[in-house]
């Protein structure tokens, strides 16, 4: 009993010295004394401006660059409100951990869309060819769609052999046949029309757009929002006022947001229903479902029931030539275009000493990280050279080294996602000096 008093009591104590340390400041303006035209607004900004603006800025660009895969199809399954309430929690949880991972590491997601970019225009002339043999559409879009579970292809009979879709029209019910459909991806088109078991089938673009629910007026809230902080920031810059790191983080942030919107402008956004590449009324032939199973596609075939078990295309599902090779130069320069922004924070003002010591250190490390992991790799034929000798010990301390460094690489994003706010209690005065753009209308 005496140490749980002596617990309350050091708390007790440590909260009344930060109530002590912490410090408010409240702007008063005086009212016009008499009817005027205009009022201009106050030259401050408070701490809540910067961070809401900061904040509102991320949401909306985090919303508009998100492409994610399609995802799983419901087809059936889980009927009723409980089961209408399962999957829109799933899908809402589907999006939510993906904004949630562009928020705290954008770099990741910027080098899923450099992967991927790479790997859809590898493979896009291949396509091109053939669907100009083919005498049909094919565009980028096409081929981004395909890489993200766009595509399947489907057949159906019931137990006789039947078309199913005749059978539906004499008393049989669609819960009585038997369907089978599999996800194509981009490998498996390319290898069944390179072997002439499908010709391309007329697919266009309106159609792709149809599916895709890009929003043009969240895209026009997010450019705004960006022009407005680009803009404040470089007016900041220009006048010589305090820019918080908050802001820097957010103007870095931004710099991978443009990126990854670069690398998905041709792919269709939010599509929630694969779009039908081809179709047979009886069962799918043998020589393409033996393409499509080797391929190591997702397989998903119905029960009498219609029970579909479709396990979706992962969302950093990027399988190209050089694969290897294309992720650690996308890994190299999406943690190069997030880190480096960070640097221009080398002189700011920090609560510490120490932790400005600390942000220089993290901002450099996470902006070199890429090219250090890309030079790995390369340890073994340096030391063999120097030394005369090779060690098969080289390839564990190769994995060792790398889990390390990831290990060090989060703790300092960490470190710098808690030191942008912990910073905003701790700015000096003439970072409350607002500019012109406090007058431009702006959301957050």
């Given at each position: 009993m005496q140490s749980s008093s002596g617990y309350i009591f050091v708390l007790i104590w440590a909260y009344s010295q930060v109530a002590q340390a912490y410090t408010t400041f409240k702007p008063e303006c005086t009212n016009p004394e008499e009817s005027v035209n205009f009022v201009s607004s106050p030259p401050t900004r408070g701490t809540l401006d910067i961070l809401w603006s900061s904040l509102f800025t991320i949401f909306a660009c985090t919303w508009t660059i998100l492409h994610l895969n399609v995802p799983e199809q419901r087809e059936g399954r889980d009927p009723g409100m409980l089961g209408d309430l399962k999957w829109a929690m799933k899908a809402i949880w589907g999006k939510t951990k993906w904004m949630l991972a562009a928020v705290l590491a954008p770099e990741y997601l910027l080098y899923i869309g450099i992967s991927k970019l790479s790997t859809?225009?590898?493979?896009?002339?291949?396509?091109k060819a053939l669907a100009k043999d083919d005498k049909v559409p094919w565009t980028l879009a096409h081929t981004t769609l395909a890489n993200m579970g766009g595509f399947v292809v489907r057949g159906g009979s019931d137990r006789v052999g039947k078309d199913p879709r005749s059978e539906i029209h004499t008393g049989q019910t669609q819960s009585d046949v038997t369907k089978?459909?599999?996800?194509?991806?981009?490998?498996?088109?390319?290898?069944?029309?390179?072997?002439?078991?499908?010709?391309?089938?007329?697919?266009?673009?309106?159609?792709?757009?149809?599916?895709?629910?890009?929003?043009?007026?969240?895209?026009?809230?997010?450019?705004?929002?960006?022009?407005?902080?680009?803009?404040?920031?470089?007016?900041?810059?220009?006048?010589?006022?305090v820019i918080s790191q908050l802001e820097v983080s957010?103007?870095?942030?931004?710099?991978?947001?443009?990126?990854?919107?670069?690398?998905?402008?041709?792919?269709?956004?939010?599509?929630?229903?694969?779009i039908t590449f081809l179709e047979w009324a009886g069962p799918i032939p043998p020589a393409i479902t033996n393409i499509i199973t080797s391929a190591s596609t997702d397989h998903i075939k119905t029960s009498s029931k219609a029970r579909i078990r479709q396990k979706?295309?992962?969302?950093?599902?990027?399988?190209?030539?050089?694969?290897?090779?294309?992720?650690?130069?996308?890994?190299?320069?999406?943690?190069l275009f997030f880190g480096a922004p960070h640097i221009l924070a080398w002189n700011f003002s920090f609560p510490t000493p120490v932790e400005r010591i600390i942000w220089r250190t993290t901002s450099l490390y996470c902006s070199l990280i890429?090219?250090?992991?890309?030079?790995?790799?390369?340890?073994?034929?340096?030391?063999?050279?120097?030394?005369?000798?090779?060690?098969?010990?080289?390839?564990?301390?190769?994995?060792?080294?790398?889990?390390?460094?990831v290990g060090i690489y989060v703790l300092a994003r960490l470190f710098m996602i808690v030191e942008m706010f912990r910073t905003l209690l701790f700015l000096p005065p003439d970072a409350y000096i607002a500019t012109w753009t406090a007058s431009v209308p702006m959301f957050g």
């Open positions: 859809a225009r590898q493979q896009h002339p291949k396509l089978e459909w599999y996800i194509l991806d981009l490998n498996t088109i390319l290898k069944l029309r390179s072997e002439e078991h499908i010709v391309l089938p007329w697919i266009s673009n309106f159609e792709i757009d149809d599916h895709s629910k890009g929003d043009n007026f969240a895209k026009g809230i997010a450019g705004v929002q960006i022009i407005w902080t680009i803009a404040s920031a470089i007016t900041r810059a220009h006048r010589g006022l957010v103007i870095a942030f931004l710099v991978c947001a443009l990126l990854i919107y670069a690398c998905y402008w041709s792919t269709p956004k939010d599509v929630s229903v694969p979706p295309f992962l969302n950093d599902h990027i399988k190209g030539e050089d694969s290897s090779k294309l992720d650690t130069i996308a890994f190299l320069f999406g943690a890429g090219i250090i992991m890309f030079l790995i790799p390369a340890l073994p034929v340096v030391l063999d050279t120097l030394l005369g000798e090779s060690d098969r010990r080289d390839s564990i301390g190769q994995g060792i080294l790398f889990l390390a460094m």
